[in-house]
């Protein structure tokens, strides 16, 4: 989503006359646009404004956006006196006017969360760089995980109207695009009523989406178990656009854990979800979250989330060291787990996660698939692709071009991508 609203914030200030800058440095304007989901991510912000700092003791104009604006406000600017504009998730189509005043010399902080969205502010998307695009359709968060601070600096869960969203894809696919990946923090809960007043939910959105002509493809990220319908499943057996690769965070293994990280899922629930989904798309790529050293998790804990990896069987996923947030319930919570215990359980966990990644690749190899074409390979001529499984597929491009859909046999397998050669050319 920070990549979409990045977008987003060039778009606008590129419709007020700005263009891109090669380098920080000698920009007249920086835009750092911040996560706080962890604390490694919030304190990065802090040394890449110090580096942006001339030799002569002065810097470019320094907006800082994003949710560590969110969650901190003015106080950056009091530790870091060289930033000009702190401004929110839900405020940057004021991005304009804050430049307007930084350079007045005013003070420049905006942390509202406006009634009015900001999509209403923002320019229509021009032509795409590349055949795929974001598309934000829902933000923010009403779940409340004790150890996470989305709902504080993306605010309540709000979804975008049908309409909106028709518009959009269609501006996104007059420009170039080919593939749509859906955004929200809990996308498969959007909700809105169509053209005729009936109400809608993701899956009656990806429908009315893979009737466009021109979008080839359709991908979502990132769903909650408890919001995984069966008519999103069913889109998953019968729109032949929705790509068969499906995000869902279980975070831990425990159903202890669970309960007290407030997810609202048991292990159980989840892997009945995960065979639900299974059954009407049997080749579905599955990938998923984990936190590992929630407060209180024991050694028995830590094996429930291994087993449920063992048992659910990933193509992909992110872990991660437990990261106490301020104001978060979690944070005040008795038994953190020392660093050490951390670290020795996140290496088990990537270590299983990194081979079934390899074990998923490995079993591609000999599948016949189309791949769409998003940039240049390393060596020459080279093309790279993705598979309908978000694998990355290297060709020969000779003969073809960026956005093509070209369909491949895949004949090997890497840790990170694999081969493909060309059988025939499926779409230009
Ligand atoms: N510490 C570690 N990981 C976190 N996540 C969210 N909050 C925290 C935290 N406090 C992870 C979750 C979520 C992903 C986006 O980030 O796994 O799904
Ligand atoms: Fe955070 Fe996701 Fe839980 Fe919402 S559902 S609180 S975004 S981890």
């Given at each position: 989503?920070?990549?979409?609203?990045?977008?987003?914030?060039?778009?606008?200030?590129?419709?007020?006359?700005?263009?891109?800058?090669?380098?920080?440095?000698?920009?007249?304007?920086?835009?750092?646009?911040?996560?706080?989901?962890?604390?490694?991510?919030?304190?990065?912000?802090?040394?890449?404004?110090?580096?942006?700092?001339?030799?002569?003791?002065?810097?470019?104009?320094?907006?800082?956006?994003?949710?560590?604006?969110?969650?901190?406000?003015?106080?950056?600017?009091?530790?870091?006196?060289?930033?000009?504009?702190?401004?929110?998730?839900?405020?940057?189509?004021?991005?304009?006017?804050?430049?307007?005043?930084?350079?007045?010399?005013?003070?420049?902080?905006?942390?509202?969360?406006?009634?009015?969205?900001?999509?209403?502010?923002?320019?229509?998307?021009?032509?795409?760089?590349?055949?795929?695009?974001?598309?934000?359709?829902?933000?923010?968060?009403?779940?409340?995980?004790?150890?996470?601070?989305?709902?504080?600096?993306?605010?309540?869960?709000?979804?975008?109207?049908?309409?909106?969203?028709?518009?959009?894809?269609?501006?996104?696919?007059?420009?170039?695009?080919?593939?749509?990946?859906?955004?929200?923090?809990?996308?498969?809960?959007?909700?809105?009523?169509?053209?005729?007043?009936?109400?809608?939910?993701?899956?009656?959105?990806?429908?009315?989406?893979?009737?466009?002509?021109?979008?080839e493809r359709?991908?979502?990220?990132?769903?909650?178990?408890?919001?995984?319908?069966?008519?999103?499943?069913?889109?998953?057996?019968?729109?032949a656009?929705?790509m068969p690769y499906?995000?869902?965070?279980?975070?831990?293994?425990?159903?202890?854990?669970?309960?007290?990280?407030?997810?609202?899922?048991?292990?159980?629930?989840?892997?009945?979800?995960?065979?639900?989904?299974?059954?009407?798309?049997?080749d579905i790529a599955?990938?998923?979250?984990?936190?590992?050293?929630?407060?209180?998790?024991?050694?028995?804990?830590?094996?429930?989330?291994?087993?449920?990896?063992?048992?659910?069987?990933?193509a992909?996923?992110?872990?991660?060291?437990?990261?106490?947030?301020?104001?978060?319930?979690?944070?005040?919570?008795?038994?953190?787990?020392?660093?050490?215990?951390?670290?020795?359980?996140?290496?088990?966990?990537?270590?299983?996660?990194?081979?079934?990644?390899?074990?998923f690749n490995?079993a591609s190899v000999g599948k016949t698939c189309a791949i769409m074409l998003?940039?240049?390979?390393?060596?020459?001529?080279?093309?790279?692709g993705k598979s309908p499984w978000l694998q990355s597929v290297?060709i020969?491009?000779?003969?073809?071009?960026?956005?093509?859909l070209v369909e491949v046999e895949l004949v090997?397998a890497?840790?990170?991508?694999l081969a493909g050669v060309k059988t025939r050319k499926v779409?230009?």
């Amino acid at each position: 989503m920070n990549v979409y609203d990045g977008e987003r914030i060039g778009e606008l200030l590129g419709a007020r006359g700005l263009t891109a800058a090669g380098e920080g440095e000698d920009a007249d304007l920086v835009v750092l646009n911040t996560c706080h989901i962890r604390e490694k991510a919030a304190e990065k912000v802090y040394s890449d404004i110090g580096r942006l700092n001339r030799k002569d003791g002065s810097s470019p104009m320094i907006a800082v956006a994003g949710c560590v604006a969110q969650a901190e406000g003015e106080e950056i600017s009091r530790r870091a006196p060289s930033v000009d504009i702190v401004v929110g998730p839900q405020a940057y189509h004021r991005l304009p006017d804050l430049i307007a005043r930084a350079a007045r010399g005013e003070a420049a902080v905006d942390t509202d969360m406006p009634a009015i969205s900001k999509f209403d502010h923002l320019p229509r998307r021009p032509t795409q760089p590349r055949p795929t695009a974001f598309l934000s359709v829902q933000e923010g968060c009403d779940k409340f995980c004790t150890y996470c601070v989305v709902p504080y600096t993306r605010g309540a869960e709000i979804s975008r109207p049908w309409g909106d969203i028709i518009d959009e894809a269609k501006a996104l696919v007059d420009g170039g695009a080919r593939e749509i990946t859906l955004l929200g923090q809990n996308v498969n809960a959007w909700t809105s009523v169509d053209d005729s007043g009936r109400k809608q939910g993701l899956d009656g959105l990806i429908r009315a989406l893979d009737a466009l002509t021109g979008l080839e493809r359709i991908r979502y990220t990132t769903s909650h178990p408890n919001d995984m319908t069966q008519g999103l499943i069913d889109a998953h057996a019968d729109v032949a656009a929705l790509m068969p690769y499906l995000h869902l965070p279980v975070q831990s293994g425990s159903s202890r854990m669970l309960k007290a990280m407030n997810r609202s899922h048991s292990r159980e629930s989840y892997l009945e979800i995960i065979a639900r989904v299974r059954q009407a798309r049997p080749d579905i790529a599955i990938s998923g979250d984990f936190i590992v050293g929630f407060p209180g998790e024991s050694d028995a804990d830590f094996e429930d989330t291994l087993s449920i990896v063992r048992e659910t069987g990933y193509a992909a996923a992110f872990s991660f060291k437990y990261s106490p947030r301020p104001g978060t319930p979690a944070a005040e919570m008795d038994d953190q787990i020392p660093a050490e215990v951390m670290n020795e359980r996140l290496q088990r966990l990537q270590a299983l996660l990194a081979e079934q990644s390899q074990a998923f690749n490995a079993a591609s190899v000999g599948k016949t698939c189309a791949i769409m074409l998003e940039r240049t390979g390393r060596k020459p001529g080279q093309l790279i692709g993705k598979s309908p499984w978000l694998q990355s597929v290297h060709i020969d491009g000779a003969g073809h071009a960026i956005g093509d859909l070209v369909e491949v046999e895949l004949v090997s397998a890497g840790p990170n991508s694999l081969a493909g050669v060309k059988t025939r050319k499926v779409a230009a």
